[in-house]
């Protein structure tokens, strides 16, 4: 049923191939969050149809879709698990010209969304952000808040964790200008190992309302962004997360089958602290007896110091401004760069394969720079390959263990600095600089960048800023286009929502 023309007032629909660049579900949820508040009808084909694995619309996809054409007064076509075809058609009620903000009426202020599954709640979030911002500036309601609590998982293969969520998007969102944002971790929900839901409420200031010159009243404005005119800064010291288990080693595999396991905790929540043994002690001796934690703190801090002393010591802040921070800190270790590290008191896991680790780089200018591993995956958030199917026993627990340290501290380093992209300079990309944030926060900013040029006044400086595109991910390039097939020359209408 094409609905497009007769019911939208907006025109034919946005024809979207959903295998376009990365082809995946983000493509879907920025063209349904742009359509919800531009008013414009889109269709997707071809839904996730560059995934080798099952294609189309997954639990979260539905959910954000579902909530988004109910609070917008849309239509939808196509909206079923494993659908590759999707058709989302807003409707747009007339209203008096003064109050044209409000054509689909405040949002409310809680809002609960629960998945059958531990897909990424995050992912829903993802969705929902844009539209909550905007909707929720329509309210009457002096400094009103919206509460979204989501369940099912927090810490999510191919996508955002709640650790990277709470350690460097909500603080990089903060920075760039939007709106502030809290989220809050009620119970972790994970995506590997036994299955478990889990629920987080996130709480977020709407847009404020600005006068619009051009005609009576106030409409919400998105912040201008230009992440390209940030400068990154120098690293002046890095914070480590790591959540697993205090049990020892499954005894078939040679580390921790010694012993019962001195340091095995009891079950139920628990926080410690543990500061890894110095170098020069025998670690590795067959008596000594080590936690999953322990093994993974150990491992984590070897690597990573013996990678920062191979970077270039121009990307580190000096040791004369940062050094305070390290002194008399009992949980605390100088980098190789003069920097500190430091590691997270995290709570306790129950499952060898409740494994994960977040490093994260705070930077002079203000920013995080992230990169975590999760338990049998390949990546961080928005990783996007598999490289080891989940393993069938605890027999191979430790050579995963070992793979996850290595691909999330050299993913890391990556971040900080990509020798491929620095010794391939040219004389025209040699003035420019890495983006502020890491490759999988840019991507996410892209939407708002979008918006802020639609709905704000542009700079009339006329400067531009030197960002280097080649840092660019697939799915930057991916979100880019959609926002352009979505926002291109529609400016007009941007400014006249709600």
Same mark, same amino acid.
């Given at each position: ?11 034919? !629909? ?5 295998? +376009? ?57 196509? &909206? ?18 003064d109050r044209d903000h409000e054509r689909g009426g405040a949002i409310e202020s809680h809002i609960n969304i629960a998945l ?10 993802? &969705? ?12 009457s309601v002096p400094e009103r808040q919206i509460t979204l ?61 600005? %006068? ?21 800064? +120098? ?21 921790? !089958? ?16 543990? =500061? ?22 150990? %491992? ?31 949980? +605390? ?39 975590? !591993? ?8 928005? !990783? ?30 990556? %971040? ?25 926060? =840019? ?25 280097? %595109? ?29």
């Open positions: 049923m094409d609905q497009s023309d007769g019911m939208n007032p907006k025109g034919q !629909a946005i024809h979207l191939d959903g295998r +376009t660049l990365e082809g995946g579900g983000q493509l879907v949820r920025i063209a349904v969050a742009l359509s919800a508040l531009t008013g414009r009808p889109v269709k997707i084909d071809h839904i996730r149809g560059n995934r080798s694995g099952k294609q189309g619309l997954k639990g979260s996809h539905l959910a954000a879709i579902t909530y988004l054409a109910c609070v917008s007064r849309s239509s939808v076509v196509g &909206a079923e698990l494993g659908s590759t075809s999707l058709s989302f058609y807003p409707q747009v009620v007339q209203m008096p010209r059958k599954t531990a897909g990424s709640v995050f992912l829903v979030f993802q &969705a929902l952000y844009p539209y909550m911002l905007h909707a929720g500036a329509n309210s609590s989501i369940v099912g998982g927090t810490n999510v293969s191919f996508s955002p964790s709640y650790d990277y969520v709470a350690q460097v998007l909500v603080p990089n969102f903060a920075r760039v200008g939007l709106p502030r944002l809290s989220v809050q971790l009620i119970k972790r929900g994970w995506g590997t190992g036994p299955f478990s839901l889990g629920k987080v409420t996130l709480v977020a200031d709407p847009l404020t309302l600005c %006068e619009d010159g051009n005609r009576a009243g106030s409409s919400p404005r998105f912040p201008p962004i230009d992440l390209s005119r940030y400068q990154r800064g +120098t690293i002046s010291h890095v914070e480590i997360t790591i959540l697993a288990p205090d049990d020892p080693f499954p005894k078939s595999t040679g580390r921790g !089958a010694h012993g019962n396991g001195r340091n095995q905790r009891p079950g139920g929540t628990q926080f410690r602290r543990h =500061r890894p043994r110095a170098e020069g002690n025998n670690d590795d001796s067959p008596n000594v007896t080590r936690t999953i934690r322990q093994f993974v703190e150990l %491992e984590i801090f070897r690597s990573l110091r013996k990678g920062l002393r191979k970077l270039p010591s121009c990307i580190f802040t000096s040791r004369t401004s940062s050094s305070s921070a390290a002194v008399g800190h009992p949980h +605390t270790e100088s980098g190789s760069n003069d920097i500190p590290v430091n590691i997270h008191t995290t709570e306790v896991t129950h499952h060898y394969s409740h494994v994960y680790i977040l490093i994260v780089a705070h930077t002079s200018t203000g920013f995080r720079v992230g990169h975590d !591993a999760l338990f049998g995956v390949n990546g961080g958030p928005g !990783a996007r390959r598999a490289r080891h199917k989940q393993r069938n026993g605890p027999e191979e627990v430790e050579m995963v263990v070992k793979d996850l340290v290595e691909r999330c501290v050299d993913g890391f380093l990556e %971040e900080l600095y990509d020798p491929r992209l620095r010794q391939g300079s040219t004389p025209v990309n040699r003035e420019q600089h890495p983006p502020c944030v890491d490759r999988y926060l =840019r991507d996410q900013l892209a939407v708002f960048e979008a918006l802020g040029k639609s709905t704000s006044q542009p700079n009339d400086d006329g400067s531009r800023g030197n960002e280097d %595109e080649r840092y660019w991910s697939l799915h930057m390039q991916t979100a880019r286009w959609v926002c352009e097939e979505m926002l291109s020359n529609r400016a007009h209408d941007m400014k006249h929502l709600y």
